[in-house]
Structure formats: structure tokens, C-alpha cells
């Protein structure tokens, strides 16, 4: 009988991780991702977060702390939806990946 290795990671965890490895080094890709989740999910702030933390990982987290200026406290907190970011502490996650907030007309329905 064949031994099959049973992963311990949730498929959610699986997916994140490869599309953490599809968005390093395509920045129009990250733009995209961050972009339809914030459309699709506006409802959802927790799911725009965790596309942000994606981001973050697939740019490299290490030292991602230091270039927003937070500490890494207050990134797990954001990150873990344990409280939501202060619109400062959003900005300068934003900023330190390389996007910034813009408020655009809502389309005509």
C-alpha cells in the first residue's frame, strides 16, 4: 500500500501560498488583486486586509514593518482582523508596498 503525506495546511492556506508565489515580481498583477478584492468585497473590509497581507508576503514581509513605520504588533493585529487599521495605518501599509488610496465616482446603477 502506497503511503500518501497528508498536508496539515487548510486549502485555503495551500491556495494563498501559490498565489503569494504567482504575484512576486508583477507588480501590474498585485495592483489587480488588490484592486478587484477591494471592488468585489467593499462589504468585506477583512477581505481586502488579508489581500493586502498577500501582497505584503508576495513583496517579502521582512522588514515590512520598518518601511510602514508600524511595528509588527500592530501589522499582526491589523492582519489577524484582531482590529481593524486606522485609515493612518492603512495609508502607510499602502504606501509601503507601493499604492496609494484614491476615492473614485461610484458607478450609476
Known amino acids: 500500500m502506497k503511503k500518501v503525506k497528508v498536508s ?3 486549502p485555503s492556506s495551500d491556495y494563498r501560498e501559490v498565489l ?3 504575484l512576486k515580481g508583477d507588480e501590474k498583477a498585485q495592483y ?3 484592486k478587484a478584492s477591494l471592488e468585489e468585497n467593499s462589504d468585506m473590509p ?3 486586509l488579508k489581500a493586502v497581507e498577500t501582497v505584503a508576503k508576495a513583496r517579502g514581509f521582512s522588514g515590512f514593518a520598518k518601511k ?3 511595528n509588527r504588533e500592530n501589522l499582526y493585529r491589523i492582519f489577524s482582523n484582531e ?3 486606522r485609515l493612518e495605518s492603512l495609508v502607510k501599509i499602502l504606501d509601503a508596498l507601493g499604492f496609494k488610496l484614491t476615492i473614485t465616482p461610484k458607478k450609476a446603477s
Open 83 to 85: 482590529r481593524a487599521p
Open 32 to 34: 489587480a488583486y488588490l
Open 68 to 70: 510602514t513605520g508600524l
Open 46 to 48: 477583512e477581505v481586502f
Open 8 to 10: 496539515k495546511k487548510s
Open 20 to 22: 503569494i508565489e504567482e
